[in-house]
């Protein structure tokens, strides 16, 4: 995989290109380009050097803010495991800023620019959308209950793979 375009939008503080690059490279690097979303075993199988490399371009282009590992390391503090708590994973999206006034945002009401909330950023990965063909881009607030799983799931599944891969 080449990760050259992430890192010139990483380094351009270019964070909304740089989040859509993070996903289409996901994606490829999964073969998954042609569905436009992941499975677990998609998320259980990504390698763990691929993930390292994206991971690190996020946290030297934010200076430590931006990052798949700090948004584990969040979750984990908030006593975050492979299982869901519906507790902490409100607390979660409160603290990544994925969450206002206790209402999940959509995809467009992100913050884009280094100003967003500590582990705010990748977050494009987890547009249900294209999961369950809903039109606009949400995070979870619908009321699509194999949304909200699909969403909750896919996280606590990346969070498992960081720590398997000691990330």
Known sequence: MNYTRLRDLLAAGKWKEADKETTRAMLQAAKREKEGWFRDEDIENFSCEDLGIIDRLWLSASKGKFGFSVQREIYESLGGTRNYVRVVWDKFGDRVGWRKGGSW?????????AEAPKAHLPAYWTDMRRLVGIEEGWMSGSTDHRSIQALRQGTLSLVQKLVTCRI
Not at 105 to 110: A, F, G, Q, V
């Open 105 to 113: 945002l959509y995809i467009s009401d992100l913050t884009y620019s």
